[in-house]
């Protein structure tokens, strides 16, 4: 069983900075996808960054390119997103996701069309 549990999530002051992690087990893939999303009350779900692993390659949505570094580490099964310049508009909760990688085209396609695999979220407030 995949599951997907997002940590470092909280508080921060605008222009302040936060790490999300997302530790991944039962995933098994060695061509990935994987990414984050958020979610505010009232609005539909937006892509945030996705990674792809073959090949190595990034997406950012427009909102966050400039701001936001997603990352992953192979050997420790966990992907990061560093948060910088943080906006009260950031604020939402986060859902990290993942795929194999052989289903999409590469990270734009994965943050485009969603993923199989989901976490259960981390919420992330930005004070202004």
């Known amino acids: 069983e995949v599951q997907l549990v997002e940590s470092g999530g909280g508080l921060a002051q605008a222009g302040g900075s936060l790490r999300l992690s997302c530790a991944a087990s039962?995933?098994?893939?060695?061509?990935?996808?994987m990414g984050w999303f958020r979610q505010t009350p009232g609005k539909g779900r937006e892509a945030v960054s996705c990674?792809?692993?073959?090949?190595?390659?990034?997406h950012y949505s427009d909102s966050v390119r400039g701001r936001f570094t997603i990352s992953s580490d192979d050997a420790k099964k966990t992907m990061y997103l560093q948060m910088n310049n943080l906006k009260p508009e950031d604020t939402a909760v986060y859902y990290c996701?993942?795929?194999?990688?052989?289903?999409?085209?590469?990270?734009?396609?994965?943050?485009?069309?969603?993923?199989?695999?989901w976490g259960k979220g981390i919420l992330v407030t930005v004070s202004s």
């Open positions: 996701a993942a795929d194999r990688g052989s289903r999409f085209s590469g990270p734009v396609a994965a943050c485009l069309y969603g993923m199989d695999y």
């Open positions: 039962g995933f098994t893939y060695d061509d990935y996808v």
């Open positions: 990674i792809a692993s073959n090949p190595n390659s990034t």
